[in-house]
């Protein structure tokens, strides 16, 4: 157990002094060039920190900044369309599992590997969302980015797939940082003041539920209010 330890201790130290290195090489590297390294390293831990330095080095963006990064995204992480045709060419013809393979990996963007990597860094499904909060802002005004957006979509689905997500009960008792989250998304029936929330969730007749992420467990994705009854409401 303490060999194992050791081992252990020292795989953290080594990825902790390759955050450092990069995160102090590449202060000046485009973001775009270190995705592309990201999407083309192997090393777990080197993985690692490329994703949290881009992740970090994109919350620094202005907004005409952010805008020229989905630009990039969208022009140079885009399928290659003759390499589609070509694989459904060969699928059609062949129709074998090693063809079918071929074809959904040319189909697949490579902005979704690319997600997946910047998955890796810590609080990296946090982030991934916030970005595409930004990016659905950018559709309203630059339409063409929505072919970004259907990678989130699609990896999304699957990410927050409700299978993967943890039921809490919210009562009076729970993290003010969690409770004011629950005032602020309130999209039905407005939470005006503490004591408003204090009485939705403190009588004993009152329910409150709330759907969490394990990458994200302070950030309730879905909550419903019930009020107990002894009878149907009018």
Same mark, same amino acid.
């Given at each position: 157990?303490?060999?194992?330890?050791?081992?252990?201790?020292?795989?953290?130290?080594?990825?902790? +002094?390759?955050?450092?290195?990069?995160?102090?090489?590449?202060?000046?590297?485009?973001?775009?060039?270190?995705?592309?390294?990201?999407?083309?390293?192997?090393?777990?831990?080197?993985?690692?920190?490329?994703? #949290? +330095?881009?992740? *970090?080095?994109?919350?620094?963006?202005?907004?005409?900044?952010?805008?020229?990064?989905?630009?990039?995204?969208?022009?140079?992480?885009?399928?290659?369309?003759?390499?589609?045709?070509?694989?459904?060419?060969?699928?059609?013809?062949?129709?074998?599992?090693?063809?079918?393979?071929?074809?959904?990996?040319?189909?697949?963007?490579?902005?979704?590997?690319? =997600?997946? *990597?910047?998955?890796?860094?810590?609080?990296?499904?946090?982030?991934?969302?916030?970005?595409?909060?930004?990016?659905?802002?950018?559709?309203?005004?630059?339409?063409?980015?929505?072919?970004?957006?259907?990678?989130?979509?699609?990896?999304?689905?699957?990410? =927050?797939?409700? #299978?993967?997500?943890?039921?809490?009960?919210?009562?009076?008792?729970?993290?003010?940082?969690?409770?004011?989250?629950?005032?602020?998304?309130?999209?039905?029936?407005?939470?005006?003041?503490?004591?408003?929330?204090?009485?939705?969730?403190?009588?004993?007749?009152? +329910?409150? =539920?709330?759907?969490?992420?394990?990458?994200? /467990?302070?950030? /309730?994705?879905? =909550?419903?209010?019930?009020?107990?009854?002894?009878?149907? /409401?009018?």
């Amino acid at each position: 157990m303490t060999t194992f330890q050791d081992l252990l201790g020292s795989i953290m130290d080594r990825g902790q +002094r390759l955050i450092e290195t990069f995160s102090s090489e590449s202060q000046d590297t485009p973001l775009v060039d270190l995705c592309q390294a990201l999407v083309s390293t192997r090393g777990e831990a080197s993985g690692v920190a490329l994703a #949290g +330095r881009i992740l *970090r080095g994109y919350q620094k963006l202005t907004a005409e900044e952010k805008l020229v990064f989905f630009h990039d995204l969208a022009e140079k992480y885009d399928v290659d369309s003759e390499k589609v045709l070509a694989t459904a060419k060969e699928f059609n013809e062949v129709n074998s599992s090693e063809t079918l393979a071929d074809l959904m990996a040319a189909v697949e963007p490579q902005r979704q590997q690319l =997600f997946r *990597r910047l998955n890796l860094a810590p609080g990296g499904t946090s982030a991934l969302v916030s970005l595409r909060s930004d990016l659905l802002q950018a559709i309203k005004h630059t339409p063409t980015l929505k072919r970004v957006d259907l990678d989130f979509s699609h990896l999304f689905v699957s990410w =927050f797939n409700r #299978g993967f997500l943890m039921l809490r009960h919210i009562d009076w008792s729970t993290s003010a940082d969690l409770l004011e989250k629950i005032i602020q998304y309130e999209a039905v029936h407005e939470i005006g003041s503490w004591r408003e929330l204090r009485r939705r969730l403190k009588p004993t007749d009152r +329910r409150c =539920f709330a759907f969490f992420h394990p990458s994200m /467990p302070d950030e /309730p994705l879905i =909550f419903v209010q019930v009020a107990l009854a002894k009878e149907i /409401p009018d």
